[in-house]
């Protein structure tokens, strides 16, 4: 029987006859590039499986996949996981992301149901909302650090896996999949928190809190006093009523598997 050799990092190697039950365990003990063997191992698998679930779009299979494999990472640093059969693991996990991307998109309006030939006023005001998304993208994506940019770059724009990106920025695929993963969410925040205009730094540090919050990440620490702000003013009020409105259109935050920086 032919076996594949990969090249050896820090004493894991990706040779076939590794047991996966035995990476995975490395990985709960901590050692992260046991992950890339894991990694290179089923990513092609999982990539499969996340285009037939989400019926061939390779965006929504990419998404899919980054995020099966940092819940799994997260999940084997966090002591839990499978303990061998990790293509069963991920398939399930890829199953689930892809069913949460489906539902979003059948709520979505499908572009047959809008007016064909909307008046003029409904045209221009189309078109004003468009060229200010943009323009918050924009900012929002100049927001970002310049190791952030570099990975959304890479992925959205060049349709460039974990793998590569990790070996261009210095880092693991593990760590390059975590990486894509939080720079699209904080990209998602930056394009919301432009979409206001605080009246005060107290309004900003709220409005800051109410868009993690409806990102999912809420600061539980907080949530007095941002409910205490709101009920005296009236304009952050009405920010968080657009930031719900904007937030509506946007893909929303997956579920993650344990705890992660």
Avoid at 30 to 38: I, Y
Avoid at 93 to 103: F, G, N, Q, W, Y
Wanted: glycine share 8%; net charge positive.
């Amino acid at each position: 029987m032919q076996v594949e050799h990969a090249e050896s990092v820090d004493g894991v190697t990706g040779d076939a006859v590794t047991d996966d039950a035995v990476l995975c365990e490395k990985v709960r003990q901590g050692e992260s590039r046991a992950f890339q063997v894991l990694w290179e191992r089923h990513v092609r698998m999982a990539r499969q499986c996340a285009l037939r679930c989400t019926r061939g779009s390779a965006a929504d299979a990419d998404d899919v996949v980054s995020e099966a494999m940092l819940g799994l990472f997260q999940a084997l640093r966090g002591g839990r996981g499978p303990v061998g059969n990790v293509a069963g693991y991920l398939r399930v996990s890829v199953r689930r992301a892809a069913a949460r991307i489906t539902a979003r998109r059948q709520r979505e309006l499908p572009v047959a149901e809008l007016p064909e030939r909307p008046d003029r006023g409904a045209d221009q005001l189309c078109r004003a909302s468009a060229r200010f998304d943009a323009a918050c993208a924009r900012e929002a994506f100049l927001g970002l650090s310049e190791q952030r940019r570099i990975a959304l770059r890479l992925f959205a724009l060049e349709d460039v896996g974990p793998g590569p990106i990790g070996e261009r920025l210095g880092i693991a695929s593990a760590a390059a999949s975590s990486l894509v993963y939080r720079s699209k969410e904080a990209l998602r925040a930056g394009f919301l928190r432009r979409h206001v205009r605080p009246a005060s730094p107290e309004c900003a540090a709220v409005l800051d809190r109410v868009v993690a919050s409806l990102r999912g990440r809420p600061a539980r620490r907080h949530t007095a006093a941002v409910s205490s702000h709101l009920h005296r003013c009236a304009s952050c009020r009405a920010a968080r009523r657009q930031l719900r409105d904007v937030n509506a259109g946007l893909p929303q935050r997956g579920r993650r598997t344990g705890r992660g920086r």
